[in-house]
């Protein structure tokens, strides 16, 4: 176990330097003078040479790579060009709303996704089976943004259930807080939900056939029993999977949704510093993000032998 | 009469009604795009101010946007650009994923490293990697053709090796091999012919993710500039009008998920069709 962990954090960080090198080209494929682009049409050459100066870009390409890793691998990640603080400091104000909204939405995704799936599969090949097929494929087609102005329409402006944008005033409470999250959640955890469904079906589908799920029947074990304690079990690890999966792709989703919402979040701050061209804030939010997704598919690597002990490393 | 390859294919494919439906639907679609400039009832960008917001109606089916433009019309217009989108960036990110995924299934020394970078590049939500990648390159319709097409590259480059890993060790690949055949004569003529399958499969649900993600960066504003009307830039510009006029945004966003779904069936049917033992798989 100890072994392959090792491996798998070594492996990690091979990842994770090849993806601070994709992150270094990226801001470097800029066509023409990144600094320039960034002060605006307005900037003199003055302000444009001191920007220079003060991001590194006027040393060669080489040292700018070196200073560019010896940066990441001290967490240092710049600051910001409009918001006069560090990168990381405006990335961990915003964490918490980021953090909520996608564990509100993979909740969302698994409780829909999970027992549906299930349903799907014990009852395969009926007309309730492909009903939820042909549903979970509608859901997958949904574009969140536009599931969330329709959500907003609705049940935020004419029915008024919900708060229409934001995230309360400054001294709301964390309970007002999660409210304003609520639809957020759903426009982002709704489609998603179907790559949940499908998943769980097809797991189910394989562990039903197997002969203890058999024994477990001719035991005389209840359906509830037989597919609840003996197959979901055996099912976990692609369900688990694909949680895992799920939640990395929502942390990316959020970029969009908080935008419709108007969510102060990482991913409102990845859109504006993309429409100010801050390149230090999309530098280090891609670092952070993608991160987060190479941790956590690592997490549900590890969490593999906790599903299923029959798993040893 | 269907006796040939294609005709099986197709015939498989088609045994189930809802591929039928979904194909017909998307021919539909795309016939509709390409024939918009003569189907459409008015030209896309024709205003009528004394007419503005109205809802849908006999003589504007689909009713007006904030200057008076027929909806109809510009979300018909709309799937002409959409589609071009998402057409060119399935043929980057098949050209790009194929030379790719083909060196590292077919080059054991360039295995590695290759595959290395598709992992760095796969370790990018693609929504974010794309964003990034536009707010590098600015916004235009041509550089999220690119963007795009460099997102979807990783999940082409995969399936391809994998298929030329299997391809390499066959018979027919050693057979030449021993004839004396040189490397790109083996690529060209015994490996890429093999891997249409796959990749037409693959190319399908690129089209549709791609369409779902041009819409989400034109509607974050760093995609296709505003003034193409794209089904994403014109939810992007309904925004602003939703309460008096929610058609605004039922147009564009209907039409992107019925031709998203549509293109998911096929998909799910050509994968079926093409390699049933694939189907638990992917």
């Given amino acids: ?313 | 009469m269907m006796k040939s390859p294609t005709g099986l294919l197709i015939r498989r494919m088609f045994r189930r009604r809802l591929v039928l439906i979904a194909a017909v639907v998307l021919l539909a679609i795309i016939a509709v795009a390409v024939a918009a400039p003569w189907l459409a009832p008015y030209a896309p960008n024709k205003m009528d101010i004394i007419n503005r917001l109205k809802g849908p109606a006999g003589n504007h089916w689909f009713g007006t946007d904030e200057f008076g433009r027929d909806v109809l019309s510009r979300v018909m217009h709309g799937a002409q650009l959409s589609l071009a989108v998402g057409g060119m960036v399935v043929v980057v990110a098949c050209i790009l994923g194929t030379l790719t995924g083909v060196i590292a299934g077919y080059a054991k020394r360039l295995d590695g490293p290759v595959m290395r970078l598709i992992d760095a590049l796969m370790a990018f939500p693609d929504i974010l990697l794309a964003i990034a990648l536009m707010a590098a390159l600015g916004p235009s319709l041509f550089n999220t053709v690119l963007a795009l097409g460099v997102v979807y590259t990783p999940r082409v480059a995969r399936v391809v090796r994998a298929a030329t890993l299997v391809l390499r060790e066959l018979q027919f690949v050693e057979a030449a091999t021993a004839l004396g055949a040189r490397h790109a004569r083996i690529i060209a003529i015994h490996i890429l012919p093999n891997l249409v399958s796959p990749l037409i499969v693959q190319a399908t649900f690129i089209f549709a993710y791609a369409i779902l993600t041009e819409a989400a960066l034109s509607f974050l504003g760093v995609g296709v500039p505003p003034t193409s009307p794209t089904w994403g830039n014109m939810i992007a510009g309904a925004q602003q009008y939703m309460r008096q006029a929610d058609w605004l945004m039922l147009a564009p966003g209907g039409a992107i998920v019925l031709t998203v779904l549509a293109l998911q069936i096929v998909g799910d049917g050509l994968r079926d069709a093409l390699d049933p033992k694939l189907q638990k798989v992917l």
Avoid: C
């Fill in chain 1, 1 to 313: 176990m100890l072994t392959y962990l090792a491996r798998r954090i070594a492996g990690m960080f091979v990842v994770m330097f090849l993806v601070a090198t994709v992150v270094f080209v990226i801001a470097r494929v800029v066509p023409g003078d990144p600094a320039a682009v960034m002060m605006g049409a307005a900037a003199t050459a003055d302000d444009i040479a001191a920007l220079r100066a003060r991001l590194g870009l006027d040393q060669p390409l080489p040292l700018q790579y070196v200073m560019f890793l010896k940066d990441v691998l001290t967490g240092n990640l710049g600051d910001s060009i409009f918001l006069n603080r560090p990168v990381a400091q405006a990335l961990a104000e915003r964490a918490e709303l980021t953090f909520f909204l996608t564990l509100m939405s993979v909740s969302i995704a698994v409780a829909i996704g999970v027992p549906i799936g299930i349903i799907s599969a014990v009852k395969r090949g009926t007309a309730t089976d492909q009903g939820v097929i042909g549903l979970a494929m509608l859901a997958a087609s949904l574009p969140s943004f536009w599931v969330g102005l329709t959500l907003i329409q609705y049940l935020a402006v004419e029915l008024r259930w919900f708060p229409v944008a934001g995230y309360g005033p400054p001294d709301a409470t964390l309970g007002e807080r999660l409210r304003h999250l609520v639809l957020p959640a759903i426009a982002l955890g709704l489609p998603n939900s179907a790559l949940i469904l499908r998943f769980t079906r097809t797991a189910m589908l394989d562990v039903l056939h197997e002969d203890y799920v058999r024994t477990a029947r001719a035991k005389g074990l209840g359906q509830a029993v037989v597919v609840m304690k003996h197959a979901l079990r055996n099912a976990l690890i692609p369900i688990l999977t694909v949680v895992g999966l799920t939640a990395a792709i929502l942390i990316a989703g959020a970029i969009v949704t908080e935008t419709v919402f108007g969510l102060p979040g990482v991913g409102n701050l990845i859109v504006s510093a993309v429409l100010r061209r801050d390149y230090p804030v999309i530098q280090g939010a891609l670092l952070v993000v993608s991160g987060i997704y190479v941790l956590i598919n690592l997490a549900v690597d590890l969490l593999y032998a906790v599903a299923d002990p029959r798993v040893r490393y």
